[in-house]
């Protein structure tokens, strides 16, 4: 190979390096936003889903003080509705990790049930509203470690919390 040729070569391949650092300076996840706050990443992702996937994407700074707000970070006692407090609660969630909106077996007006997923650990936040509209209320605000929860009876005035095998937790109304 002649000495341009390999030039010629070099300079292609310092353009294309170029080109793709650009590109993925545009494109790559290096912070999330949570509850107003941003944090950086301890490391770029070259896509949502590789940030998603990486189990240590928040970097051990990070992940302390968003387990904290997570875990403490209040609600408004009063919602218009099931869907406002729906909203607020997805705040909660930390991008890339779980949020679910579980069944609730109970007469009308039905309560709403949001499991939060703290990163980091094997603990979900989990609140439960209910009300009329213009008066939905927090009624149940709790931090759950164990046996998983998948949904809620209200029998009698009493919310029972359901896993797999049954009753996980109790709470009289």
Do not use: C
Request: neutral net charge; without cysteine.
């Amino acid at each position: 190979m002649s000495r341009s040729m390999l030039a010629l070569f070099v300079g292609l391949a310092a353009l294309l390096a170029l080109a793709y650092w650009f590109y993925l300076g545009k494109i790559a996840v290096t912070h999330i936003d949570y509850l107003g706050m941003r944090f950086d990443l301890p490391r770029a992702y070259a896509s949502y889903e590789a940030f998603r996937d990486d189990p240590n994407n928040l970097g051990p700074t990070n992940l302390a003080r968003i387990q904290a707000m997570a875990e403490t970070h209040r609600l408004p006692e009063v919602f218009a509705s099931t869907e406002a407090f729906g909203k607020q609660a997805f705040e909660l969630k930390v991008p890339g990790y779980g949020l679910a909106n579980l069944r609730v077996d109970a007469p009308d007006p039905k309560p709403m049930l949001i499991a939060v997923e703290i990163p980091g650990t094997v603990r979900w936040r989990f609140l439960l509203a209910a009300g009329e509209p213009g008066s939905v209320r927090v009624i149940d605000d709790f931090i759950h470690e164990g046996k998983p929860i998948t949904s809620a009876v209200v029998q009698s005035g009493v919310v029972h919390y359901i896993g797999p095998q049954g009753s996980v937790r109790e709470l009289p109304r």
